[in-house]
């Protein structure tokens, strides 16, 4: 199945993509006609993935990679390369983070907050960096979240750190333009994930409100009025690496039904 966007047989890897937001980007880039690897913490967790990615066999690999460890996500790259022939297309989707407030959250789930939201990006990046050269229209897509342009409390680490991701956009944008190799950052509003639903439950807790409510209040705040799906992530993710998007870079585009409708 192809949509237009002409990436009919482009390489992809698509990190933290078994589920939610990932795994929405990785079925409409595969809708697409894209040849992709996802990627998850355990074999089990890719296994199923990959179960509910019938009709799209031969065109879809899975790598097991905790990206909480270092060099892993090195080696999910070299197993990308190597099941996909080269790559087109890097898409960095965090692993999730712990949530909680700032003062409820000890080192050690900040420094692995780090290692998963920063750490891991720029070895992703440094090992894709010599396959993405030799692509005839190659891509960097960081997804961040909102939280990067107002803190959520209950994600404290996310949104500390996440900003970095927008950072580093701005800078490779820079510094790999002459290679040809675009740099883009998407930015998700309350999209209906597991994740999103771990917010609404802090939420429901602190104030003694059922979880139904505060994701209905979420959706009420948007002036679309509800809540995202990955899916809508995922179109915007496509174009992006796309050769329609081959003037597009250094961009930080939010998808959030207009909670936040700037573009940096």
């Known amino acids: 199945m192809a949509c237009g966007l002409g990436l009919e047989g482009a390489r992809v890897l698509v990190t933290a993509s078994t589920r939610g937001i990932g795994g929405g980007i ?21 296994r199923r993935a ?36 080269g790559l087109d297309a890097l898409v960095y989707v965090p692993p999730p983070v ?14 692995l907050s780090y290692r998963l939201l920063i750490e891991a990006a720029v070895e992703a990046v440094s090992a894709s960096y010599p396959h993405l050269v030799e692509s005839g229209n190659p891509s960097i897509t960081f997804i961040t979240s ?8 209950e994600i404290a680490t996310s949104s500390v750190l996440r900003p970095g991701l927008h950072a580093m956009t701005i800078l490779l944008a820079r510094e790999l333009g002459p290679d040809g190799i675009r740099v883009n950052a998407v930015i998700p509003g309350y999209i209906e994930t597991d994740r999103l639903r771990q917010v609404a439950e802090a939420r429901a807790r602190e104030k003694g409100t059922s979880v139904g409510e505060e ?43 207009g909670l936040h409708s700037s573009v940096h």
């Open 26 to 46: 990785a079925r409409v880039l595969l809708e697409c006609g894209a040849r992709v690897v996802i990627n998850g913490r355990s074999v089990e967790g890719v």
């Open 50 to 85: 990959l179960g509910g990615l019938s009709g799209f066999e031969g065109r879809v690999h899975g790598v097991a990679a905790d990206l909480s460890v270092e060099g892993e996500a090195e080696r999910l790259v070299r197993e990308a390369v190597r099941v996909l022939g």
């Open 98 to 111: 712990p949530g909680g407030r700032f003062l409820s959250l000890g080192m050690r789930l900040w420094r």
């Open 146 to 153: 909102i939280a990067a342009w107002e803190p959520l409390p």
């Open 215 to 257: 994701l209905r209040k979420m959706a009420e705040g948007v002036p679309l009025g509800r809540l995202g799906l990955p899916g809508d992530i995922g179109w915007l993710v496509a174009f992006l690496a796309s050769p329609r998007a081959s003037y597009i870079t250094g961009a930080l585009i939010p998808v959030s039904g």
